[in-house]
């Protein structure tokens, strides 16, 4: 399934939304809990998660690594796959499978499972706890004798705003 995102078009978010403070407090958590873990949060990895938290839309890793070689001119596709690799085993960011692209976590001090809304229109990936919903996964899953290693859920249609904007037109 495509996404649908015209390069002009800006990320919509709330206008109350203080993105900013996004970016800042999941860098905030990354250095927190990497020094927790004892884990290194070098320059390049908090870059390459800092590039991802420029929009809630899902980013591929070639636009990641064409986003990067101005600060890391040697930055090589190994170089980015590194990183993320190393940020997925620390929960920092999620892969959405569907897209083949990342997105940074809202949730990283925990352990979670992921319920991903993606819009076809804007490329807003949200992130949703679902409860209702993995716990109803997680019981037919259970009836079945299926041994889960993990679970995701990537629902793709148009988010509220953009889905608004279909109805006003």
């Keep these: 399934m495509n996404v649908r995102t015209p390069p002009s078009q800006k990320v919509y978010t709330m206008p109350t939304h203080d993105h900013r403070g996004c970016v800042d407090r999941a860098l905030r958590v990354a250095e927190q809990l990497c020094a927790q873990r004892e884990v290194r949060l070098t320059p390049i990895r908090r870059k390459v998660l800092e590039l991802i938290w420029e929009s809630h839309r899902a980013v591929k890793a070639y636009d990641l690594l064409d986003k990067i070689k101005p600060f890391e001119q040697a930055a ?3 170089t980015v796959y590194r990183a993320l690799e190393f940020l ?3 929960s920092l960011i999620h892969r959405v499978e569907s897209l083949n692209a990342f997105i940074g976590c809202n949730c990283s001090e925990r352990r979670h499972e992921q319920l991903l809304l993606i819009c076809e229109h804007c490329g807003n990936v949200e992130e949703r706890p679902g ?8 019981s037919e899953v259970e009836q079945a ?3 889960l290693h993990r679970k995701a859920i990537e629902i793709h249609g148009l988010c509220a705003h953009c889905a608004q904007d279909a109805a006003d037109a």
């Excluded at 409860?131 to 997680?138: P, R, Y």
């Design 145 to 147: 004798g299926f041994i």
């Design 76 to 78: 090589k596709p190994a």
């Design 131 to 138: 409860a209702e919903v993995m716990a109803a996964v997680a």
């Design 88 to 90: 997925m085993e620390q």
